[in-house]
């Protein structure tokens, strides 16, 4: 008799199920990896010297550039060519206090404005030999923001994993019973029809696996039945004999 699955124990359910635990796993591990990041980064780039150290760097490399390109303050413009290859800095020139040069605005003649340096604080002043006069510039680069993409990417990266570790340790479970059944059914096929299949579970494996050994249990039925039978055709067989040869006998 076939019987009807459980919609609560089919593979489908299950597999919607896995993929939802471990949807949520990855998404728990993520808020958790995530702010634990946030946390760590923030208290190391308040108690290192990370940023000063990437200021210097393209500082070092921004005197390289003008230094063999003999840039002088007249033509600062030239220093946008430099700029460019950056991408994640921004840089302002001041001479005698006024800005003479920004980034952000490279084609323009920033020092009609006549805008003072503004000295403040969270920036960061350096000087900077051009080829005529020293000049002071203010280096602020992305490089806290790129950390903390890194750190973003990094979570993604790790919750996909948990959530694809999650996923292959439940569909390894079930194969891991589909390869028994298949060690079961070939042991079956050499003739030990008095080895169990094992039945686990309710879903449409287990319902496959019960249709199976319950093919094996009425195979092994109708082969007992016909030993049986031949055992009953041999007895009468024998005895019919004996019946006959008894009489003959007798008449020799």
Known sequence: MTQ????NHSIYV???YLLTGAAIAAIVFFQIFYSTGNYVLDHYLESSTYIE?????????????VTAEHIS???????????????????????DQIQIYDSDYPKEDVSVS??????YPWESYYDLELSDITVEVMISGSFSYQLYNWLLVASICLSFAVFLGIVLLGIRKK????LKLSDEIAI???GSLDYSITVKGKDELAMLAE???NMRIAFQSLLNQEMEMMKENQRIVTEMSHDIRTPVTAIM
């Open 4 to 7: 009807i699955v459980s919609k």
């Open 14 to 16: 299950q597999l919607l």
């Open 53 to 65: 150290k990437q200021n210097l760097k393209y500082l070092a490399k921004m005197q390289k550039y």
């Open 73 to 95: 303050s007249s033509d600062i413009a030239q220093l946008n060519t430099w700029d460019q290859r950056q991408k994640m800095i921004y840089v302002r020139i001041y001479k």
């Open 114 to 119: 006549e805008i003072a340096a503004g000295n």
């Open 175 to 178: 194969m891991k019973y589909i």
């Open 188 to 190: 079956l096929e050499g």
């Open 211 to 213: 249709g199976i050994e």
